[in-house]
């Protein structure tokens, strides 16, 4: 959320400016919340909910408008309960997820990229903590959910990005 006074960047649910003060309305609350993942999310949920069985007819477009609106809603609900919290499918790097220890490696050419994330529902803050190869924390990052997260390409690192509570660790590495 841009403040309208002074251009500094805040966050969603941000009562005041945290740089000049001035008062965010809820109508400026909600309009950004709308502009997240999240709030498009729920008014396709709303949407939904208006689209009652006995609408359905025999039109095949219907149909297969309905049958795009439950996978995009299953998909919904997975966001929703926060168990997908994962590395996106981006073109800067290939993803690969090691079940038995819990890590994914993202794989590029770059030196850094840009991750891109699907996050736990209502996470405003992502830390970004850094540790060496000997498990020692080296640096922690906190981004608002509108900003870049940006990794540095060195296997020697484990990063380990928490949103909501949840965790999730991820080498990269060089292609
Ligand atoms: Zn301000």
Redesign the pocket.
Known sequence: MI?R????KNRIKANF?S????PFTDAERDAAYAKTIYGRFEKLEDLWKTVSLDKITGNNIVKILSLVAVLVLGGYSVLKNGTQFRPLEHESYEIQYNKSVNEYYLISELDNFDVSLYLPRQTEEITVHQLNEMNELMETQTYMIEEAINLVNQSEVLYQIEAQGKIIQIRTFKK
């Open positions: 403040c006074e002074c251009k500094t400016c740089h000049c003060g001035h």
